[in-house]
């Protein structure tokens, strides 16, 4: 008992956090970190004449100046950065819109809508995938026959099968299925906004579309911010919607091709072709190091600049 | 503590039979890899009670994955660890892949496997000829199925020419009630395998000309290469309203619901339109250019089983191995599904009407297998992944037949010189 005294004046060891820590930190090295930098270490490998070798950043040379990998991942990092751009210009726009339309408290039955905009965003991309496929499809697609219902059927077209149409069709239906999401976020967003603000800024004379621009739209910036840099890192691991609609060549002519579904293809093969873990990882590691860079760039370019208002 | 017992007992028991099964010939479950979703059903309740009982104590227990995603599942299950017992095969390059990767077992010492000439083990053999590692089970023939109520009504007959094959089509299409041709340009497969590969042979002389491309004396941009493509080309405007966004699935529902008047084929669809078209079916060869030609068909060993290097149960998968390469097997298969037709040298009667007219045509014909998947698809980019997307490109009219040709043959060269592979 005399011995155990001196302990009593040492600080306490706090192992009740290692122990709530370990669960998590075990399974995201196990699951996480630790493929991730085997995945790194991999594309730094080949096969050379059937034996594996360390090439250095060989794989990345090939991908970059063999003509035929350059321009397969080049034209899927520019569809990413399409599939991108329209998320950005129709996704979040619609979602501040709606945001904006639900947060009015005249709006009748805002709960039915809220819902029926966010179940989508809960469906499996196989399911957005199928459905819109057919709701397209020229054979027994319901879209033909809607226009030709307003006497529009010269403007539909077999859009999925059009190499300048299917990858913004493709991203109109990802739109679709994901803008229930930055709804809600903003939504939230908005109604954190305090009553006293509003009513200071309604005293002002700051009313309607007004007040929206100068005072909630600020307010509401940093979520946007979050919503800008969740969607862009979904759309760069995007694979499940294309491979669902178009199959992993993501035709027509490669013009749905995005880095998910070339790196499916190159790691896993596709019918004949062999699959190539190695160039796969160096893809992968592109694709890595693409959402690294664009999310740095967000965090110390961006984000910090964002005046957070604390009410 | 019953149940905990009882527990014990069955782990015991299990821990037994995994140590000792070849002493007491306990039950052994052997699991088949296959693309053939399709089939499941035809093994479950043909197939599989068959072999059952004639050998008590294995069961079969066939688990097959969605077709384009079988290799790139298989691969990985193999190199996992985790595959089944027995391997369905794809032809060629893919196999043999498998095989040199030791996935595959060799099978030179299996009794059975001596029922297969050396055409039909060609496809799951090494390049020498001496280690077949699958056993050969079927092979498709392409061709064209019609509808045959329908040319009743517009008083067409089978064209054999590619100049009456057009004549048929464009009367077809005056009359209008059938869209002439069912075939899209979205499943890039099907603009290869029933268009390019089904066409072909009849220009580039079959096997001649598949040679001939192996050698390098041939090439896609030389004419007997390119002209099918320009036949191919002209069938878009045969194929019917938004044949662009048209997938494989939907040209067989346009053909089997009676909108469709002819289908470019594979054997394999024979099973499926006789069950869902509720009109008469018909089938002719792939045309031939001009008349007096001769004629050729792609008659493609597809499909093969080879058994897992690292199974549990070699002695069981072997059993089954052999079955499948027996007389019995062989009549079962082909008559469970028609329009894959055994490889093995026992005669096999079929039953199937339309399935006999197609393999009737072996002995009109002259047969080939599909140019893209020997020795020319071990490479980047993929031969035959490239002649999808080229073919496709074509039946949509977004690129020239001369445009894809150079193209397909740009990529092979890419990788290819003839004689690389020569020992």
């Given at each position: 008992m005399a011995a155990s005294a001196p302990t009593e004046h040492k600080p306490a060891?706090?192992?009740?956090?290692?122990?709530?820590?370990?669960?998590?930190?075990?399974?995201?090295?196990?699951?996480?970190?630790?493929?991730?930098?085997?995945?790194?270490?991999?594309?730094?490998?080949?096969?050379?004449?059937?034996?594996?070798?360390?090439?250095?950043?060989?794989?990345?040379?090939?991908?970059?100046?063999?003509?035929?990998?350059?321009?397969?991942?080049?034209?899927?990092?520019?569809?990413?950065?399409?599939?991108?751009?329209?998320?950005?210009?129709?996704?979040?726009?619609?979602?501040?819109?709606?945001?904006?339309?639900?947060?009015?408290?005249?709006?009748?039955?805002?709960?039915?809508?809220?819902?029926?905009?966010?179940?989508?965003?809960i469906l499996s991309f196989v399911i957005v995938g199928f459905v819109w496929k057919l709701i397209l499809s020229p054979l027994w697609g319901i879209a033909p026959n809607m226009l030709d219902a307003i006497g529009l059927r010269s403007l539909f077209s077999p859009w999925l099968g059009q190499e300048g149409a299917a990858l913004t069709t493709l991203a109109l239906v990802s739109v679709w299925q994901f803008v229930g999401i930055p709804m809600m976020l903003i939504y939230a967003a908005l109604l954190s906004i305090p009553d006293e603000v509003i009513e200071a800024a309604e005293i002002d004379g700051?009313?309607?579309?007004?007040?929206?621009?100068?005072?909630?739209?600020?307010?509401?910036?940093?979520?946007?911010?979050?919503?800008?840099?969740?969607?862009?890192?979904?759309?760069?691991?995007?694979?499940?919607?294309?491979?669902?609609?178009?199959?992993?060549?993501?035709?027509?002519?490669?013009?749905?091709?995005?880095?998910?579904?070339?790196?499916?293809?190159?790691?896993?093969?596709?019918?004949?072709?062999?699959?190539?873990?190695?160039?796969?990882?160096?893809?992968?590691?592109?694709?890595?190091?693409?959402?690294?860079?664009?999310?740095?760039?967000?965090?110390?370019?961006?984000?910090?600049?964002?005046?957070?208002?604390?009410? | 503590m019953i149940s905990k017992s009882r527990l014990l007992c069955t782990s015991a028991g299990l821990a037994l039979a995994l140590t000792a099964t070849p002493l007491l010939a306990q039950d052994v479950t052997l699991t088949i890899e296959s693309w053939r979703n399709d089939d499941l059903t035809i093994w479950q309740n043909t197939l599989i009670p068959a072999f059952e009982e004639a050998n008590p104590g294995i069961t079969l227990n066939f688990a097959p994955t969605a077709p384009t995603e079988y290799n790139a599942a298989l691969n990985a299950k193999l190199d996992a660890g985790s595959a089944g017992d027995l391997i369905t095969c794809r032809p060629f390059d893919a196999s043999l892949a498998l095989f040199e990767a030791g996935y595959l077992a060799p099978l030179d010492d299996l009794e059975g496997i001596s029922n297969f000439s050396d055409v039909a083990k060609s496809a799951w053999n090494t390049d020498d000829g001496s280690t077949p590692f699958c056993v050969p089970m079927a092979s498709v023939i392409h061709g064209f199925i019609y509808n045959a109520d329908a040319f009743a009504e517009l008083g067409l007959e089978e064209p054999t020419t590619e100049e009456e094959f057009f004549a048929v089509l464009d009367a077809i299409k005056e009359d209008g009630t059938y869209i002439p041709l069912a075939i899209g340009a979205v499943d890039q497969w099907e603009s290869a395998s029933m268009g390019y590969h089904n066409i072909g042979p009849a220009y580039w002389a079959g096997?001649?000309?598949?040679?001939?491309?192996?050698?390098?004396?041939?090439?896609?941009?030389?004419?007997?290469?390119?002209?099918?493509?320009?036949?191919?080309?002209?069938?878009?405007?045969?194929?019917?309203?938004?044949?662009?966004?048209?997938?494989?699935?939907?040209?067989?529902?346009?053909?089997?619901?009676?909108?469709?008047?002819?289908?470019?084929?594979?054997?394999?669809?024979?099973?499926?339109?006789?069950?869902?078209?509720?009109?008469?079916?018909?089938?002719?060869?792939?045309?031939?250019?001009?008349?007096?030609?001769?004629?050729?068909?792609?008659?493609?060993n597809d499909i093969g089983i080879g058994m897992n290097a690292a199974t549990e149960h070699p002695e069981e998968a072997r059993a089954f191995l052999n079955w499948v390469a027996s007389a019995e097997f062989a009549s079962l298969y082909a008559n469970a599904l028609p329009g894959f037709f055994g490889l093995s040298s026992d005669p096999v009667t079929i039953e199937n009407e339309l399935a006999n007219e197609f393999v009737s045509w072996r002995e009109t014909c002259e047969s080939t297998i599909?140019?893209?998947?020997?020795?020319?698809?071990?490479?980047?980019?993929?031969?035959?992944?490239?002649?999808?997307?080229?073919?496709?490109?074509?039946?949509?009219?977004?690129?020239?037949?001369?445009?894809?040709?150079?193209?397909?043959?740009?990529?092979?060269?890419?990788?290819?010189t003839p004689g690389m592979f020569d020992e």
């Open positions: 060891r706090r192992w009740h956090i290692v122990v709530f820590l370990a669960p998590a930190v075990l399974v995201y090295t196990a699951i996480m970190i630790i493929p991730l930098f085997s995945t790194l270490f991999q594309s730094l490998f080949n096969t050379v004449d059937g034996e594996r070798a360390f090439v250095g950043l060989g794989n990345f040379i090939t991908l970059f100046f063999d003509p035929r990998w350059a321009q397969s991942f080049w034209n899927a990092l520019a569809n990413n950065f399409w599939f991108f751009v329209i998320h950005m210009i129709v996704q979040n726009p619609i979602g501040v819109l709606l945001a904006a339309i639900l947060s009015n408290p005249n709006l009748r039955l805002r709960g039915f809508y809220r819902t029926a905009i966010f179940i989508p965003t700051v009313t309607g579309a007004k007040q929206f621009f100068k005072i909630q739209l600020p307010l509401i910036l940093p979520t946007i911010g979050i919503i800008s840099i969740l969607t862009f890192v979904g759309n760069f691991n995007a694979f499940d919607l294309i491979y669902v609609s178009q199959g992993a060549q993501a035709g027509p002519n490669g013009s749905t091709d995005i880095l998910g579904t070339l790196l499916y293809r190159t790691f896993f093969g596709f019918q004949l072709q062999q699959g190539d873990p190695n160039m796969g990882s160096a893809i992968a590691t592109m694709m890595f190091l693409i959402i690294l860079v664009g999310v740095s760039i967000y965090l110390f370019g961006i984000q910090t600049r964002l005046r957070r208002y604390q009410f | 096997e001649e000309g598949r040679l001939a491309l192996i050698s390098g004396e041939a090439k896609f941009t030389d004419e007997e290469w390119t002209e099918p493509l320009r036949v191919l080309a002209r069938w878009g405007e045969y194929a019917g309203d938004g044949y662009l966004a048209q997938t494989y699935p939907d040209s067989q529902n346009l053909f089997t619901l009676g909108r469709a008047a002819i289908f470019p084929a594979g054997s394999w669809e024979i099973a499926l339109f006789e069950e869902q078209a509720d009109f008469e079916l018909g089938a002719f060869p792939p045309p031939v250019p001009a008349e007096g030609d001769t004629c050729y068909i792609s008659d493609h599909r140019p893209t998947y020997a020795i020319l698809s071990r490479g980047t980019p993929n031969l035959e992944n490239d002649n999808w997307l080229h073919a496709s490109n074509v039946l949509a009219g977004t690129e020239t037949p001369e445009e894809a040709a150079a193209a397909i043959q740009s990529g092979l060269e890419s990788w290819y």
